[in-house]
């Protein structure tokens, strides 16, 4: 079956600081991946995703993305935080059946002034 | 734009008690879901629906009951509520599978 990992609860990084939030897969064939942002007390927002072609795939609000399969990764970058960046980070993967996702628990981002 | 709306933001019920969940969207998505966000655990599918008059169940799909008789609507039905089914509930539609999923803001759902 697949599953979502996100290693990482929480992070804090100050403002202007690079980021890197990490997430590890678990499938069989090519995934369909996908990185969503919550901010409090909203749903979820798409950033990006991942279906095929170029590994390195670019987002929303400066977001990014790399696919490594050796790896089973789809860890997000942005070179420059913002502290409109506080929010919550769900990596997710599709279903080989197509009908399913599942995400990860998320990621917590705090962006210190 | 509406997108995905899901209706009431917020309840709170007595154990036992039952009630029903909107969500409507409006963008003629074939495709719809319901998950459940509980702290620590990310969000997990309820039920899901590939297409108007279907239904499949997801992960956590037990205490809980959904129907599609239209294609804009998606509800979630609690027959008996439980303090284990306290959660924000989101509901989700996407045009087909495999496709990124457009979310409602949510319900909080609170069980005494």
């Known amino acids: 079956a697949q599953s979502v990992t996100q290693p990482d609860i929480h992070i804090t990084v100050s403002e202007g600081a690079s980021l890197e939030l990490r997430c590890n897969y678990s499938y069989g064939a090519t995934p369909y991946l996908f990185w969503y942002v919550q901010s409090p007390g909203q749903g979820l927002q798409l950033l990006l995703k991942y279906f095929s072609g170029d590994t390195l795939v670019q987002g929303i609000k400066g977001f990014e993305a790399e696919f490594k399969r050796s790896q089973s990764s789809f860890n997000l970058r942005k070179p420059s935080v913002h502290w409109s960046d506080a929010a919550e980070y769900f990596c997710a993967v599709g279903s080989n059946t197509g009908n399913q996702f599942y995400f990860g628990t998320g990621t917590s981002l705090t962006v210190i002034p | 734009n509406a997108g995905v709306t899901q209706t009431p933001k917020f309840r709170v019920l007595k154990t036992g008690q039952s009630m029903t969940l909107l969500c409507a969207q409006d963008m003629n998505h074939e495709y719809m879901y319901w998950y459940r966000q509980d702290p620590g655990m990310g969000l997990r599918l309820i039920h899901y629906s590939v297409g108007e008059g279907t239904t499949a169940k997801g992960e956590v799909p037990d205490g809980y009951n959904v129907s599609r008789l239209k294609k804009q609507n998606f509800l979630l039905g609690l027959e008996s509520a439980a303090p284990s089914q306290t959660s924000v509930y989101f509901c989700?539609?996407?045009?087909?599978?495999?496709?990124?999923?457009?979310f409602g803001d949510g319900t909080r759902l609170s069980i005494l």
């Open positions: 989700a539609s996407s045009p087909r599978g495999l496709q990124p999923q457009h």
